[in-house]
């Protein structure tokens, strides 16, 4: 029997317990069997497509963070009333602090900035029913609430794409009022909603109020993540109502969704799904992004002592994020944003630099941080490019465009690979460190040639 609690908060919270990394990742891997893939072009089998520059892609999803708000004082009782048996929902929650403060926004992003370390950064719009982003939040002065948002727009864009976690991450409201539904129940909670089928076009609906009063506060989302268990019943379904609504209100290129937590036998590497018209001017498709890891620094609610061994050990030689870059698959680490802060004490963002720094000490040339949509784009590029071969020519017909779209294929001829587009020829330019490797270079690697360039929309051949 489905058991609508059973998200990914309840999947973290069980990896949480756990000493290993990996305990948890059947339990949620099986549940994450969702939407159908749709079209795929044909890939000559002679060209393989790499990571970008031929690194490993590393990316970091922090969820529930949002402004000013600490998330997890005031969704604890709300929690705890829709599910009263829980022990989860029973803490102390009021003496904990009711915000994380701008102060520790710019000191994580000016380190991160420093650090080059880029991702996804959620942005609840009615945080825990407390007050609308574009409107009031109570407890705030309006000019608070509007420096918030404007350090995010300053000091988080650049390297961070912001989602929505649907309206509240509490309560489920009733958008033809703006008001949170009378019932109080996991029914009527965003976690495990909807516990019936709806149509895609109301689920749609739903996305799309989140996402514009994002839009109101100048707030850019190609994407969005799912709080918890949001559309666990109807996951095909989800993925078609998402590109609809960020469609709707922003018209990406490339919509896209974080929901899901993957373990190391899927991989991490994103997937398109209901792909459509390949052949067309308006290819339609949706990209599925997973993290790799549970969230071990503080918990959701920052109330959890701070694991961070478990991405990474201190000589990065142990950890579950060692063990993604060692199997070759993107390095999509996952937390909360209050136990990042961790009740003030920051114990989870002091083990964060650790785990950073430790990573960037043993594999600082392997790895290549990436925004959320950076890594849509080059997944979308790679698993929805035509590849076909025509002599020595390698011919690709892409349905966007893809900077530093890196494949290996046999070094059949003497001369240096060339790019063409449009007729206007290009030589790339050859160097010795695959390590180096950037757009419009190539380097030998044994009898096989590994070849980096910007592939434009449409057609373009390597020679």
């Known amino acids: 029997m489905w058991d609508p609690t059973l998200d990914r908060r309840g999947f973290l919270r069980t990896a949480a317990a756990s000493a290993t990394a990996l305990t948890f990742a059947t339990q949620l891997s099986e549940s994450s069997a969702q939407a159908p893939l749709g079209d795929r072009p044909m890939q000559d089998p002679s060209v393989t497509i790499l990571h970008p520059r031929g690194r490993v892609p590393a990316s970091f999803f922090i969820d529930d963070s949002t402004c000013l708000v600490n998330m997890g004082h005031f969704c604890m009782p709300q929690f705890a009333t829709a599910w009263p048996d829980r022990d989860e929902y ?115 609906s739903y996305i799309a109020y989140a996402l514009r009063v994002l839009k109101n506060c100048d707030l850019p989302c190609e994407g969005i993540t799912t709080p918890g268990g949001f559309g666990n019943l109807m996951k095909p379904e989800l993925s078609l109502a998402i590109g609809q609504a960020v469609r709707d209100v922003f018209a990406p290129e490339i919509p896209h969704y974080f929901k899901y937590v993957r373990d190391a036998k899927e991989g991490t590497l994103p997937r398109c799904e209901h792909v459509s018209g390949l052949d067309t001017d308006k290819p339609q498709f949706v990209v599925n992004l997973p993290a790799g890891t549970g969230d071990w620094f503080g918990g959701w609610d920052g109330d959890r002592k701070s694991e961070g061994h478990l991405y990474a050990n201190d000589d990065a030689t142990a950890g579950r994020l060692v063990e993604l870059i060692e199997r070759n698959q993107p390095a999509v680490m996952l937390c909360h944003w209050p136990g990042l802060y961790s009740h003030g004490t920051k114990a989870g963002f002091k083990d964060f630099q650790r785990v950073i720094r430790a990573l960037d000490q043993r594999y600082g040339d392997r790895l290549l941080w990436m925004k959320i949509t950076e890594l849509a784009r080059y997944g979308a590029a790679r698993e929805l490019t035509s590849i076909r071969r025509d002599g020595q020519r390698v011919l690709f017909k892409a349905p966007v465009a893809c900077p530093a779209f890196t494949v290996r294929l046999p070094a059949t001829a003497a001369q240096p690979p060339t790019v063409t587009v449009k007729n206007q020829k290009k030589p790339l330019e050859e160097i010795r460190n695959v390590r180096l490797l950037a757009a419009g270079q190539w380097v030998r690697d044994g009898e096989t040639i590994i070849a980096c360039f910007d592939l434009p929309r449409g057609e373009s051949s390597l020679n």
């Not at 929650?93 to 080059?116: A, K, N, Q």
């Not at 000091?155 to 009378?182: C, F, K, S, Y």
């Open 90 to 204: 029973k803490r102390p929650w009021s003496t904990w602090p009711r915000e994380i403060p701008d102060s520790f926004v710019r000191e994580f992003g000016e380190w991160c900035g420093e650090h080059g370390v880029k991702g996804k950064y959620s942005i609840v719009p009615y945080p825990a029913c407390v007050g609308w982003l574009d409107r009031e939040l109570p407890g705030w002065s309006r000019r608070q609430l509007q420096d918030s948002l404007k350090l995010v727009r300053e000091l988080m864009l650049p390297n961070w794409d912001i989602h929505p976690e649907m309206i509240t991450h509490t309560r489920v409201i009733d958008i033809a009022t703006g008001r949170p539904m009378e019932e109080i129940s996991s029914g009527t909670m965003e976690n495990s909603y909807p516990q019936k089928k709806v149509s895609v076009d109301y689920l749609a």
